[in-house]
């Protein structure tokens, strides 16, 4: 699961329908104590202490998250989660030193790191879920790491030898191995969107995009090129130079509105095609309220100086919680007693499996 993946984050149960929707009880200003405290700490401690702050992020996070009445919970171990980055460092560091000896050795360490890659993914992910509860369940992933090899390694590198035409492919495969293998307490989840609903959702994305460049291009074209056919000797025609730098501004505002409209397809996709067991994940981002967050969040960094960015994560992620809902076949009070009795009946048997984030 990607995230659970704002301002507030809370739960509220429609009278009229066994729909709940998860919202958000914390705040800006909460947050960017932790974040900035954090920031600092990291930074003194010439990063070791990014694991704790991990840790206490994601604490704060979880706890605001609330559905039926009731918050989520991290249990991330930091020492746990400094062995993965020490184990990322040691790889990546020991990837630039090999190539600084010789060619071969660079590319065997290379090699090595493409052969492990997908196993340390896995066990990110079982530490992820596992560290993750509700109402005192645990959630978990119980894919194999032959699962992970094929999603993580023998897709991507079929992607790339197709020149990413089979790219829509390989997010469905990745997208289906992380849902269907996820659990929570011992009922599991589903998901059942097709190969042919990314490739639609690509080439809708994309399409929209080529369609804005070609008409800022026709709308920019006479200018552009009278910066290149306007000039004569050593003069040069600024109000043209002008026009291009804002033809570059206008082309690269553009590629940046375009990642909120293909979030939002990709997102909607996902988790309308996600349940948990007979219960029905809906979700119903918009667009336009997706790229007006998104813009509004790089100007208020800009402005000031970064110091928005907690800000902003929580104004992203909570719009994008606060769009997800559950469609409860029942009682979610009988689901979550039944699921409780089905876990104490048989166990976790997890607790000395993962010890263990590679912390992507």
């Keep these: 699961m990607d995230n659970f993946q704002n301002n507030d984050f809370s739960v509220s149960q429609q009278s009229s329908s066994s729909t709940l929707q998860l919202e958000f009880r914390g705040s800006g200003s909460e947050y960017f ?4 405290v954090n920031l600092l700490l ?14 206490r992020r994601n604490r704060y996070l979880y706890s605001s998250t609330h559905l039926g009445g009731s918050s989520f ?25 090999a190539f600084r000896f010789s060619v071969p050795l660079g590319f065997a360490m290379m090699l090595m790191m493409v052969a492990v890659m997908p196993w340390l993914v896995w066990k990110s992910l079982q530490f992820k879920l596992y560290n993750s509860s509700y109402r005192g369940i645990r959630f978990g992933f119980r894919g194999t790491a032959g699962q992970a090899y094929s999603t993580f390694l023998l897709w991507p590198l079929l992607a790339g030898i197709t020149l990413y035409l089979l790219a829509p492919v390989l997010h469905q495969r990745l997208k289906r191995f992380q849902h269907n293998e996820s659990r929570f307490g011992s009922t599991h989840f589903s998901f059942n969107a097709g190969v042919g609903q990314f490739y639609w959702a690509y080439l809708v994305g994309i399409g929209i995009l080529l369609a804005g460049v070609i008409v800022i291009c026709i709308g920019f074209g006479s200018t552009v090129m009278a910066l290149f056919a306007g000039g004569h000797g050593d003069k040069f025609d600024v109000a043209a130079a002008a026009s291009f730098g804002l033809f570059i501004f206008v082309l690269y505002m553009w590629m940046f509105a375009i990642y909120p ?8 996709l ?6 948990l067991g007979d219960h029905q994940f809906k979700n119903n981002l918009q667009w ?6 998104a813009i509004t969040n790089i100007l208020g960094i800009v402005c000031t100086l970064g110091l928005f960015i907690p800000f902003a994560q929580i104004r992203s992620l909570r719009y994008r919680v606060e769009s997800l809902q559950l469609e409860v076949n029942g009682s979610l009070d009988d689901f979550i007693a039944e699921t409780q009795e089905q876990v104490n009946a048989t166990g976790e048997g997890m607790a000395d499996l993962l010890d263990f984030d590679l912390s992507l």
């Excluded at 104590?33 to 900035?36: D, F, G, L, P």
């Design 42 to 55: 990291t930074i003194v401690t010439l990063g070791i202490y990014s694991a704790w702050a991990k840790v």
């Design 73 to 97: 919970e991290y249990h991330g171990n930091a020492i746990a989660i400094l062995k993965g980055r020490i184990v990322a460092f040691v790889f990546v560091f020991g990837y630039q030193l």
């Design 288 to 293: 336009g309220r997706m790229t007006f967050i």
């Design 270 to 275: 996902i988790w309308n095609h996600t349940k």
């Design 261 to 268: 409209i293909f979030l939002t397809l990709l997102q909607n």
């Design 33 to 36: 104590r932790i974040w900035i």
